[in-house]
């Protein structure tokens, strides 16, 4: 992430008017490092029926830059899959001056972060849950049968109506059309896959569909609990190392069933080439009653799980019997301090744990990909046929409400783990994928439980 965002540097576009007039920029939605989105007015619709868009202004790179690459790249795999109901749709981009303006639908409801942890509407309904992944899944699989891999799949990058029903997946910044890749540590990091992260697992290669299924997976335990199974998926996270001690952990620590539980486990399967695929996936999901602990389990949970319950607005009935502490008297003396813990998976025990997802930028790409021909409006010059279903299509059933700014892909400096750069083919090893097993693994599930006991009750987060 740059140390100034470029947001700040851009002026304020409020009431200005671009493509030759037609659509005029009225309040701003919101902003990130590396661009500004607005509501704006189609100024050709009738005043009795307006049609409002959501627009991305982004400053204009260097013609021929490797920036420019990634902003081409970006809105080429977008554009080759947005047809599809629940993915959002690229309607116009027009290159005006030193910036450029994409114009998007505008989705009521805000993103699907919003939705979990401010709004909660997930919380108890099953019917939602599964109406509202199933969508998400498809248009993840839709993009997968497309040959596009999104890379960067998080409650962030999901936009979706008021009332949560209805989901559309954004935000193509970091996509790639290479279905194995060497950037390990591409994505936000509480949705990484161990193989992407790479510090781990012993892959010379990672498949980028298979770690798309991965980060699935989290974003089915966001909507379940409101919470995220962990922060990092290396060993050096307390709660990740001891979900590998014991692959039922999440359902000693969060209130979900334990039919979703052995869906969970088959998404969050080491090896990804025995991960569930997503159609599979769908099917689990279809099959399932309830993806909640039920009132009479909730009762006999562990004070961990029925305090999350609690932070995510479900109904906890009283305790049917004393619980036995699962850290024994002997753990409160473990050293949390942790020799074995670096940066970028370490935690304190006082931070919020895991959910809202961190503030940092993800982490670009590395690769150089050839790019579709994508012809865009350059209104300084001639208009050369863009991309442009705005005649077609409206999006005045969401002409209200915040959208989140989507993130901007850049090249800084990316560092990357050793890997084989004596690999001719881009195929993933068929050796086994394999995690260290923690040495303690007592010792790490009683730092897991312990973090997760400190927070207080009500807490979105581990």
Same mark, same amino acid.
């Given at each position: 992430?740059?140390? /100034?965002?470029?947001?700040?540097?851009?002026?304020?576009?409020?009431?200005?008017?671009?493509?030759?007039?037609?659509?005029?920029?009225?309040?701003? #939605?919101?902003?990130?490092?590396?661009?500004?989105?607005?509501?704006?007015?189609?100024?050709?619709?009738? %005043?009795?029926?307006?049609? &409002?868009?959501?627009?991305?202004?982004?400053?204009?790179?260097?013609?021929?830059?490797?920036?420019?690459?990634?902003?081409?790249?970006?809105?080429?795999?977008?554009?080759?899959?947005?047809?599809?109901?629940?993915?959002?749709?690229?309607?116009?981009?027009?290159?005006?001056?030193?910036?450029?303006?994409?114009?998007?639908?505008? @989705? /009521?409801?805000?993103?699907?972060?919003?939705?979990?942890?401010?709004?909660?509407?997930?919380?108890?309904? *099953?019917? =939602?849950?599964?109406?509202?992944?199933?969508? =998400?899944?498809?248009?993840?699989?839709?993009?997968?049968?497309? +040959?596009?891999? &999104?890379?960067?799949?998080?409650?962030?990058?999901?936009?979706?109506?008021?009332?949560?029903?209805?989901?559309?997946?954004?935000?193509?910044?970091?996509?790639?059309?290479?279905?194995?890749?060497?950037?390990?540590? @591409?994505?936000?990091?509480?949705?990484?896959?161990?193989? @992407?992260?790479?510090?781990?697992?012993?892959?010379?290669?990672?498949?980028?569909?298979?770690?798309?299924?991965?980060?699935?997976?989290?974003?089915?335990?966001?909507?379940?609990?409101?919470?995220?199974?962990?922060?990092?998926?290396? !060993?050096?996270? *307390? @709660?990740?190392?001891?979900?590998? &001690?014991?692959?039922?952990?999440?359902?000693?620590?969060?209130?979900?069933?334990?039919?979703?539980?052995?869906?969970?486990?088959?998404?969050? !399967?080491?090896?990804?080439?025995?991960?569930?695929?997503?159609?599979?996936?769908?099917?689990?999901?279809?099959?399932?009653? !309830?993806?909640?602990?039920?009132?009479? *389990?909730?009762?006999?949970?562990?004070?961990?799980?029925?305090?999350?319950?609690?932070?995510? +607005?479900?109904?906890?009935?009283?305790?049917?019997?004393?619980?036995?502490?699962?850290?024994?008297?002997?753990?409160?003396?473990?050293?949390?301090?942790?020799?074995?813990?670096?940066?970028?998976?370490?935690?304190?025990?006082?931070?919020?744990?895991?959910?809202?997802?961190?503030?940092?930028?993800?982490?670009?790409?590395?690769? &150089?990909?050839?790019?579709?021909? =994508?012809?865009?409006?350059?209104?300084?010059?001639?208009?050369?046929?863009?991309?442009?279903?705005?005649?077609?299509?409206?999006?005045?059933?969401?002409?209200? +409400?915040?959208?989140?700014?989507?993130?901007?892909?850049?090249?800084?400096?990316?560092?990357?783990?050793?890997?084989?750069?004596?690999?001719?083919?881009?195929?993933?090893?068929?050796?086994? %994928? !394999?995690?260290? /097993?923690?040495?303690?693994?007592?010792?790490?599930?009683?730092? /897991?439980?312990?973090?997760?006991?400190?927070? %207080?009750? +009500?807490? #979105?987060?581990?």
């Amino acid at each position: 992430m740059p140390s /100034a965002a470029l947001s700040d540097s851009m002026p304020n576009f409020t009431n200005k008017f671009f493509d030759e007039g037609r659509y005029k920029l009225l309040d701003q #939605l919101g902003s990130g490092a590396y661009g500004k989105v607005y509501r704006a007015l189609d100024t050709t619709s009738p %005043s009795t029926h307006p049609v &409002h868009y959501a627009v991305k202004c982004l400053v204009r790179p260097k013609p021929g830059s490797r920036q420019d690459d990634f902003q081409r790249r970006e809105f080429n795999l977008h554009n080759m899959v947005c047809a599809h109901p629940n993915i959002v749709t690229i309607h116009k981009v027009v290159v005006q001056g030193e910036f450029v303006f994409v114009i998007l639908d505008l @989705c /009521a409801g805000g993103d699907l972060f919003t939705a979990i942890t401010e709004n909660q509407v997930f919380s108890g309904r *099953d019917d =939602l849950v599964k109406k509202s992944f199933i969508e =998400l899944l498809d248009a993840i699989h839709w993009c997968h049968e497309k +040959g596009v891999f &999104h890379r960067d799949i998080k409650p962030e990058n999901v936009l979706c109506s008021e009332d949560g029903s209805h989901l559309r997946l954004a935000d193509f910044g970091l996509s790639t059309r290479q279905r194995v890749s060497r950037d390990f540590g @591409c994505g936000s990091s509480y949705y990484m896959s161990p193989e @992407c992260i790479g510090k781990e697992v012993r892959m010379q290669m990672y498949s980028t569909r298979h770690s798309d299924v991965w980060s699935l997976g989290v974003i089915l335990v966001n909507m379940i609990t409101g919470r995220n199974p962990w922060r990092y998926a290396t !060993t050096k996270d *307390d @709660c990740f190392a001891a979900f590998i &001690h014991d692959t039922d952990f999440l359902l000693q620590v969060l209130p979900i069933s334990s039919d979703a539980n052995e869906v969970i486990k088959r998404i969050f !399967t080491l090896n990804p080439q025995e991960r569930i695929n997503l159609p599979d996936l769908r099917e689990e999901i279809l099959k399932l009653d !309830t993806f909640f602990m039920s009132q009479k *389990d909730l009762a006999l949970a562990s004070d961990c799980v029925r305090d999350a319950a609690r932070g995510y +607005g479900l109904r906890v009935p009283p305790a049917r019997i004393t619980r036995t502490p699962i850290v024994t008297s002997e753990a409160a003396n473990v050293d949390t301090s942790s020799d074995d813990q670096d940066s970028a998976g370490s935690s304190s025990s006082e931070e919020d744990y895991l959910y809202p997802s961190p503030g940092e930028q993800p982490s670009p790409p590395t690769e &150089h990909l050839d790019l579709a021909d =994508l012809r865009i409006v350059d209104s300084n010059t001639i208009n050369n046929g863009p991309i442009d279903r705005t005649s077609s299509e409206s999006s005045a059933g969401d002409s209200e +409400g915040p959208v989140t700014p989507e993130t901007y892909p850049v090249d800084p400096d990316v560092e990357i783990p050793d890997i084989s750069e004596e690999l001719d083919q881009p195929v993933v090893t068929d050796r086994e %994928s !394999t995690l260290k /097993a923690p040495s303690k693994p007592s010792q790490f599930l009683q730092r /897991a439980v312990q973090r997760l006991k400190g927070i %207080s009750t +009500g807490s #979105l987060a581990f």
